[in-house]
């Protein structure tokens, strides 16, 4: 999570006009805030184990806020960073209502009625494997620092973890500390030594870590407040793209949730408990919108697949990892401090963390009959279309902001967004844009459709009903209780519906 907490203000706030203490105090309010959600979501939300950070499903729209023409005219580049933001914070508020409204409504509770496990494999699969170029190809920037992680944290997670120290399982349990906290130290010391003193730029930015300039920018204590940018301002054409981003967001949670519901050995949540997770999402962007983070909010995948790799399913430990992320953004320095670590470090553990995460969503089929060929056109079609269809639409929003960087390192004001949808509503090109750029909503929108007009009546028990459907009411099955119920007897008044 800490790896997308300082890679979205990176790439985002030198474009909206922000300075390096800009930046910084971004990266704090975004770990501040998923600190919050966080700690709501285990307590009241799905209860699962789960951490709540930054979404990049949400650059998009926040690329068409930062090019809209009524900002670039701006020339203070400190006003032009805060009129930005307070346009964001304004569309996020707008649009977290949309999650709220579905998830305590209980209508995503009723639309997932329409799941099945094998609707819910591409789904589940694409949440991790639609990461891909999050993985291998950002680790090779600086293969040196990013290889060596990858191997020594196989190593240690698998072929170590039965090796106990005082009867602990130090390298089951921390074999992401261990090995972070080696090759970070390893990379300090080539930098320290020159060696990428005459080295390429890429070299400079991917390998160094004296590069994200922010122990120098940030203060020793801050406390990130509502409204810190100012008054929040709001345009109709940014809220309806914003919305779109809100809709993946809920998809791409949904899958995360089952998949962690899967690693922590609890049941899949039932929709009622789907729904009141969701609706506290939306409250997630809210306060996301209140705060001024720059983005919205969703589950963490990698910390999903990290459930696997540890065995630790305790909400307990996700509630004290919360309280760590809110101490360590007040206290900005140490912030600063673990944004130093190279972003090939973070994509090694994304090569092994997401690919657990797909391999969960696979794991769905054994609950279907994979004999069946209207099964096996369904899940081919859907996660190949699912990852074709979002690469096509991701290759124009990588190139974006490829050009706005080079854009601004040439002092040249950045470019408006133009997806492969490009008409003259600004607000329905993000709409479409940002829907396509998610694999696995594309693969859900795809997996469901066919799933549910495919010879359905006779396809029952292919689908793998007969063992999903007792999950779907929270009564449906005894464990339920001991897994969503909430805390202080709040059921009592709020009773499962």
């Given amino acids: 999570m800490l790896g997308t907490t300082v890679m979205i203000p990176t790439q985002l706030v030198p474009l909206m006009g922000g300075s390096n203490s800009d930046k910084a105090l971004v990266i704090q309010t975004l770990l501040f805030v998923a600190g919050l959600n966080t700690f709501l979501q285990s307590l009241f939300g799905t209860r699962l184990p789960t951490i709540v950070g930054g979404s990049f499903a949400f650059v998009i729209p926040v690329l068409t806020i930062i090019t809209d023409p009524s900002l670039l005219v701006i020339e203070d580049q400190n006003q032009r960073f805060r009129h930005t933001m307070r346009a964001i914070q304004g569309a996020l508020i707008a649009s977290s209502?949309?999650?709220?409204?579905?998830?305590?409504?209980q209508l995503w509770g009723i639309c997932s009625r329409f799941f099945s496990p094998l609707g819910m494999v591409p789904v589940i699969s694409l949440v991790g494997y639609g990461l891909f170029e999050r993985g291998f190809p950002q680790l090779g920037k600086c293969v040196e620092i990013g290889l060596p992680m990858l191997l020594i944290f196989i190593a240690f997670a698998q072929y170590l973890k039965h090796n106990y120290m005082r009867h602990l399982p130090i390298f089951e349990r921390f074999a992401l500390l261990i090995c972070v906290a080696l090759l970070w130290a390893y990379a300090h010391l080539l930098t320290a030594s020159g060696a990428y003193k005459h080295g390429s730029q890429l070299a400079k930015v991917h390998c160094?870590?004296?590069?994200?300039?922010?122990?120098?920018?940030?203060?020793?204590?801050?406390?990130?407040?509502p409204f810190q940018w100012g008054a929040p301002t709001f345009d109709a054409s940014h809220i309806f793209g914003m919305m779109a981003a809100v809709l993946?967001?809920?998809?791409?949670?949904?899958?995360?949730?089952?998949?962690a519901s899967r690693l922590a050995s609890a049941t899949p949540p039932p929709a009622y408990v789907l729904s009141r997770g969701i609706g506290w999402q939306g409250i997630g962007i809210l306060l996301d919108g209140l705060f001024g983070t720059g983005t919205g909010s969703t589950v963490s995948v990698e910390n999903v697949g990290l459930l696997g790799i540890t065995r630790v399913g305790s909400r307990r430990v996700v509630q004290i990892a919360a309280g760590f992320m809110i101490f360590f953004s007040i206290l900005g320095k140490f912030g600063a401090l673990f944004a130093s670590i190279p972003f090939p470090i973070f994509a090694a553990l994304y090569c092994v963390l997401f690919g657990l995460v797909g391999a969960i969503g696979l794991s769905f089929l054994q609950f279907t009959n994979m004999n069946s060929m209207r099964n096996l056109f369904i899940i081919g079609v859907s996660l190949f279309l699912g990852l074709s269809i979002s690469q096509y639409f991701n290759e124009f929003a990588v190139a974006h902001l490829v050009q706005s960087a080079t854009s601004l390192a040439n002092s040249v004001e950045p470019q408006a967004f133009h997806g492969p949808v490009h008409?003259?509503?600004?607000?329905?090109?993000?709409?479409?844009?940002?829907?396509?750029?998610?694999?696995?909503?594309?693969?859900l929108l795809i997996a469901v459709f066919l799933d549910n007009t495919l010879g359905v009546v006779k396809a029952k028990k292919d689908r793998g009903m007969p063992w999903w459907v007792k999950f779907r009411t929270f009564k449906g099955d005894s464990r339920n209780e001991e897994f969503y119920t909430l805390p202080f007897n709040l059921n009592k008044f709020f009773p499962p519906t």
């Avoid at 209502?97 to 409504?105: F, K, R």
């Avoid at 993946?248 to 998949?259: K, L, M, N, P, R």
């Avoid at 008409?423 to 693969?443: E, G, H, M, Q, Y």
């Fill in 97 to 105: 209502s949309l999650q709220i409204i579905l998830g305590y409504s």
């Fill in 208 to 225: 160094r870590t004296d590069q994200s300039h922010l122990l120098s920018s940030t203060r020793w204590i801050k406390l990130p407040y």
């Fill in 248 to 259: 993946v967001s809920q998809i791409e949670s949904t899958g995360a949730y089952i998949a």
């Fill in 423 to 443: 008409t003259r509503a600004t607000w329905f090109n993000d709409f479409l844009n940002t829907i396509f750029t998610s694999a696995p909503t594309i693969a």
